[in-house]
């Protein structure tokens, strides 16, 4: 969404075509083997994956939308990833103190003011990306240009006869890595956890990607053919709701459960209990992927009752990308390592912040196969 009022989100659709999603495999699994092998350095110790993760897809989820080179995994104390995290937590302290509400109050803060550093940390870096592919499309000149990721539809894209400007261009590709960095990282995290919770689950997905020849798991017709690491990543973004809550405004008088809401009303949707309601999902706070294997009848019959990235004209455009990452991510690092938790962890605390968190954090170790 665009916050100048001009929309291209239609524009950016083009950037997520099947042809094109399939194109970023290769790119996602160099990314992939990058996190592999930081993993293997860690030499079966156990570690919180939540920094290791948000590294790796900050640099895959660049590469494939941008087309440039960050390489934060190869860097220890990234200012770029600092900027990221820093961002979201001041952002998330806003959204939860109603007096932050008002700009003007807002921006009287120290809040605002260690907020506007972090965000000048990655415009900053964003306008010089932008500029860079801005320049070398212009040095095309006349001849065709094809989009080949987000950003070259952005640039290209025209709404009305015009180009978009530079600060859309910009707030388009923040607002899509933002979101896609911290929602991936975090749904990646849950995998994670889910499987060394459930050994069982671990060890069936095991068994399915063994019928796979070595080196086929970076193609996406495959692993879009397998059913138990699908039905996986659909209990884990049932189970863990990534995004707890999602709000719509009312355009007009609206009747829902017998109460009218007039024009103009936010209503927020509460997609983390959906998700664990029984008259769905039997069971609803038991991990079973086997419930995808075969749906329901009922979940077959009411629609929106699962919805992990939202549901209507508003659903979230990038799901098909971010299962492409999902899916390669886990078919490489499950083929590569066995893992557990750490002896001991207590039962995670959930957290409803900008994504769905733990309070504990997630440790992992990582056995070589």
Avoid at 60 to 88: N, W
Avoid at 245 to 272: D, E, F, K
Wanted: with cysteine; net charge neutral; glycine share 6%.
């Amino acid at each position: 969404m665009a916050p100048t009022g001009r929309s291209s989100g239609g524009s950016s659709l083009p950037a997520f075509r099947p042809t094109l999603l399939r194109s970023f495999a290769p790119s996602v699994a160099k990314h992939a083997d990058r996190l592999i092998q930081r993993l293997e350095e860690t030499r079966g110790s156990f570690l919180e994956v939540t920094d290791p993760l948000f590294a790796c897809l900050l640099d895959a989820i660049v590469d494939t939308s941008m087309g440039e080179q960050l390489e934060t995994q190869s860097v220890a104390h990234s200012p770029i990833i600092k900027a990221f995290h820093r961002s979201s937590q001041l952002l998330f302290k806003r959204m939860i103190n109603p007096l932050l509400a008002s700009d003007w109050v807002f921006k009287q803060t120290r809040l605002w003011r260690e907020l506007s550093e972090q965000l000048q940390v990655i415009h900053t870096l964003m306008d010089s990306l932008i500029d860079r592919r801005s320049a070398q499309l212009q040095q095309q000149g006349n001849e065709p240009r094809k989009a080949l990721n987000l950003l070259d539809t952005l640039l290209l894209a025209k709404i009305d006869g015009e180009p978009l400007s530079r600060k859309e261009i910009r707030d388009e590709i923040n607002t899509f890595v933002f979101a896609g960095v911290d929602t991936t990282t975090a749904a990646m995290s849950f995998v994670l956890y889910a499987l060394a919770m459930n050994p069982e689950a671990q060890d069936r997905l095991q068994e399915e990607l063994r019928q796979l020849p070595l080196g086929i798991s970076i193609d996406l017709d495959t692993l879009n053919e397998l059913p138990y690491l699908d039905a996986l990543l659909k209990e884990v973004l049932r189970m863990y709701t990534i995004v707890p809550t999602t709000g719509r405004q009312t355009t007009r008088s609206t009747v829902i459960g017998g109460r009218t809401y007039c024009a103009g009303v936010t209503l927020w949707i509460n997609m983390y209990g959906l998700a664990h309601d029984a008259s769905y999902f039997p069971d609803p706070y038991v991990f079973k992927p086997e419930r995808w294997m075969q749906e329901t009848e009922l979940q077959a019959e009411v629609p929106f009752s699962y919805i992990p990235f939202s549901g209507g004209p508003h659903v979230c455009i990038g799901r098909r990308y971010a299962l492409l990452l999902m899916k390669l991510l886990t078919a490489r690092i499950a083929r590569a390592f066995q893992f557990e938790l750490r002896p001991g962890q207590p039962e995670l605390t959930l957290q409803a912040q900008m994504v769905l968190k733990t309070r504990e954090g997630i440790h992992l170790a990582f056995t070589k196969r």
